[in-house]
Each structure stands twice: as C-alpha cells, then as structure tokens.
C-alpha cells in the first residue's frame, strides 16, 4: 500500500472515531491533480480538521516514422490538515497539515530498428 493510500486511511480512521458532531462534511472536488474526495470534521467553534485525497492518471502512445513512444503520467496525493478561524465572524481560515503525494512520469521510447547505411567502396590506392 502506497504511502498516499495510508495516509487517507490514518485520516479518514481517526476522523471517524473522533466522535459525532454536528457539522461533519464530506466533499467530491477535482482540479489540476485530479478528482478526489475528502471529509472535514470540525472540532471547536475555532478549529477542525479536514482530510482530502485526490488522483489522477492518463497515458499516451504515438509512433512517428517507425519510432515507438509510450508516456504515462501519475498524480497521487493525500493531505491531513488542522484549521484555525481565528475570527468567529469571518471566513477566514488559516491551515497547516501534511501533503503526501505518490507522483509519477514514466516515458519508453523504441528507436526504428532498421539501420539505413550507405555501402562505403574501398579503392586501393596506385
């Protein structure tokens, strides 16, 4: 299990048994990393936590003259986060967590195997 994946699983266990309250919130979002989910919890009137999880992954593959290329991209990420209001009366929000990601580029490139040389003629010298 990837690092990612055990850091949702940590977030998403310790929000549940953190206990009921009354304004608990899960969430489906997307974006330049992916679609995800997550789940705030709040904790006082001043503070919470909130967990998300998101990814996203595509590959592609082209062949120019005879030449293979194959490219996949992976992005995995994970975050555990504490929220401050300091100001009841605002929305503002100040955050501080931990953001685990798993990302990856990969790429394979498969050169045209023929080998195209002219024939060198050798003349002795008189």
Not at 25 to 43: C, Q
Not at 45 to 73: I, K, P, Q, R, T
Request: glycine share 12%; charged share 15%; aromatic share 6%.
């Amino acid at each position: 299990m990837s690092q990612v994946k055990k850091a949702a699983l940590v977030a998403t266990v310790a929000m549940m048994m953190a206990g009921a309250v009354d304004a608990q919130e899960i969430y489906a979002h997307g974006g330049t990393l992916g679609a995800g989910v997550g789940a705030a919890l709040p904790l006082a009137s001043w503070a919470g936590v909130h967990a998300e999880f998101e990814g996203l992954g595509f590959s592609h593959s082209v062949n120019v003259s005879g030449n293979e290329y194959d490219g996949h991209v992976k992005l995995l990420q994970g975050g555990l986060y504490l929220d401050l209001f300091p100001f009841a009366s605002s929305g503002i929000r100040v955050t501080a967590g931990a953001l685990i990601n798993d990302d990856e580029l990969t790429g394979r490139a498969v050169p045209n195997a023929q080998v195209h040389s002219p024939r060198l003629a050798c003349r002795p010298e008189a």
